[in-house]
């Protein structure tokens, strides 16, 4: 992220322009992109200014899931909100498209050392969103030992602000792993058979 920060001002209008960029068709509010871009409400709010006035992005009234709280009870409602969506007719963006979905702002070894924090690592697997393989069916795969769960979905939530996009990951642990490759688990082998990028294997996986 340090290049892209350094060409466009901040890292995080790298993280809200990349946002916007992967999902033309999805509308933000300062709440939504506040959560998706992991960046505090005033900085939104400052870059949105800037972005809604080069016309990269537009404003757009529209609807939303929000949570309803009765005493201990919830309910899902749907309300207005207000915020941008992509403006699809911003002069420049073939451009930055090509320039910043194309670029991915996390080097290996930032994603390895992200992932490690979960447990003992033994192979870690990117596809998709990370080699512009679109069609791959995952783009991360974590095998391990004592992997923890929620540590691993906060370390997806935070990489998912640095590259604008959910993600689709699965993880295993190592005995099941195995198990489900010397079985060949169709998951496991469409990983394994179609374009991928092992940054870490501890199991010599072929």
Excluded at 41 to 49: C, D, G, I, N, S
Excluded at 97 to 107: D, G, M, R, S
Excluded at 162 to 182: A, M, N, S, V
């Amino acid at each position: 992220m340090h290049i892209l920060e350094k060409l466009f001002g901040s890292a995080a209008k790298v993280k809200i322009m990349r946002l916007f960029l992967f999902n033309p068709d999805v509308s933000y509010d300062v709440s939504d992109i506040e959560t998706r871009a992991q960046v505090s409400a005033e900085h939104v709010r400052k870059e949105m200014l800037l972005l809604e006035k080069i016309g990269l992005v537009k404003r757009k009234v529209f609807s939303k899931d929000a949570v309803r709280k009765h005493g201990k009870k919830e309910e899902i409602i749907r309300v207005k909100s207000s915020g941008w969506t992509l403006n699809s007719s911003f002069y420049y963006m073939i451009p930055l498209q090509n320039f910043l979905i194309h670029v991915n702002p996390l080097k290996h070894q930032e994603i390895v050392k992200k992932v490690s924090r979960v447990g003992k690592l033994k192979l870690l697997i990117i596809s998709g969103v990370f080699i512009q393989q679109t069609e791959s069916r995952i783009d991360l795969l974590v095998v391990g030992d004592n992997l923890k769960k929620g540590s691993l979905e906060n370390v997806i939530r935070e990489i998912e602000s640095e590259i604008g996009k959910e993600l689709r990951y699965t993880y295993f642990e190592t005995p099941d792993f195995q198990y489900r490759l010397g079985m060949c688990d169709k998951l496991i082998r469409d990983i394994l058979d179609f374009p991928h990028e092992k940054i870490v294997d501890k199991l010599g996986i072929q």
